[in-house]
């Protein structure tokens, strides 16, 4: 059961070719890592698949349960179950966590053709996403992401995920770095979102997240295309002989 499907992706962003020619296939129940120096599209990857307007797609496709991802506007490929947790999440002044994440949950339930849920029963869901993240309730009063620690706002997206419960979950690590405890949420909630019908595709950085989240396949991103796909190891592998062999032995300059 293949839940995203992306063949011989390019992708231009004001004219400039970002992504090269991606290649990656996600089935249901993997959990996939993407790795790779900075400035190597790893984000532009994250964008394109979600439908940022910046990004256009020139050849290539990316098949979402076989659906064509590139005609769908970016909330259309949201409600179809396609989640992308924001590298710099957006701040919105004056609107609580409370209705923001109550406005997306119900925007979803419509697009799948169910009714809104009943305010108390939001209530109760929502209270069960906190659990999950390890959040106060008091979080939710507070306007979207105003003020928010780096951590409170990994925290944020966690607790969006786990009340959107997408098919294909993307993750994009800030290469800032998380303290210890906002990458172990983040590790939580991937974990315990983690399922036989869904997949996710954990961007990182660095190595460190994979001690605490066991992707199935890690992949190299490099010049816009995936040079590489090991398992785990290829991870450690990474942390301790760096990022330059590979780099030769797929013939790529940096
Ligand atoms: P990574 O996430 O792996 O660090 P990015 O996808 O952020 O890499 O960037 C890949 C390349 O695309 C970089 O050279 C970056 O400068 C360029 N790039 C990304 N977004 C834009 C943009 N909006 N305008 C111009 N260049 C961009
Ligand atoms: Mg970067
Ligand atoms: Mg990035």
Known sequence: ??????????????????????NLQV???????VMGLNGSGK???AKVLAGHPDYEVTSGQMLFRGQDLTAMEPHERAATGVFLAF?????????????FLRVAYNAHRRARGEEEIDVFDFDDLIEECLDIVKMDISFLDRSVNEGF?????????ILQMALLQPTLAILDETDSGLDIDALKTVAHGVNQLAGPDNAMVVITHYQRMLNYIVPAYVHVMADGRIVKTGTKELAQELESRGYEWILQEADVEV
Do not use: C, M, W
């Open 1 to 22: 059961d293949v839940i995203i499907e992306v063949q011989d992706l390019h992708a231009t962003v004001e004219d400039t070719e970002i992504l090269k020619g991606v």
């Open 43 to 45: 984000s532009t990857f």
């Open 87 to 99: 590298q710099y999440p957006l701040e919105i002044p004056g609107v609580s966590n409370r209705d």
């Open 149 to 157: 620690s780096g951590g409170e706002k990994k925290r944020n997206e």
């Open 27 to 33: 089935k249901a129940g993997e959990i996939h890592a």
